[in-house]
């Protein structure tokens, strides 16, 4: 698959900008934000998405209902606070804005990095 076939949803304020760093990458990204549950979720379209990014940890149930909702799903965590213990085994990466830029993360998650 390439980059621009890749879908995203990228769920909290997302400060550092990971979406925008995505779409360059010409990843197709949709930003959801407030609280957050299944209906939002679906409404986004989760079921079509390759790649979930969460910046809130704080909304870390969200990562098994997404889970749940397709098996094809990367997860990433890319915030500075840490994941809760409950969703540690079904994230698939968790990244800390102050050791990777977004477009570092980008780049890897839309598989254009060297």
Same mark, same amino acid.
């Not at 930003?31 to 209906?39: A, I, K, Q, V």
């Not at 079921?47 to 940890?57: G, R």
């Given at each position: ?48 998405? /390759? +790649? ?6 704080? @909304? !870390? ?9 397709? /098996?094809?799903?990367?997860?990433? !965590? ?13 994230? /698939?990466?968790? +990244?800390?804005? @102050? ?16």
């Amino acid at each position: 698959m390439t980059s621009a076939q890749r879908f995203a949803i990228v769920a909290g304020d997302d400060e550092e900008g990971l979406a925008d760093a995505l779409e360059a990458e010409g990843v197709t990204v949709e930003r959801l934000e407030g609280m957050l549950s299944r209906p939002a979720l679906e409404e986004a379209g989760i079921v079509d998405a /390759d +790649i979930y990014v969460l910046t809130d940890v704080s @909304q !870390a149930t969200t990562i098994p209902i997404a889970r749940d909702l397709t /098996d094809e799903l990367r997860t990433v !965590a890319y915030a500075r606070d840490t994941i809760p213990e409950f969703v540690r085994g079904q994230i /698939d990466l968790a +990244i800390d804005p @102050q050791i990777a830029s977004p477009t570092i993360v980008a780049e890897e998650l839309a598989g254009t990095g060297e």
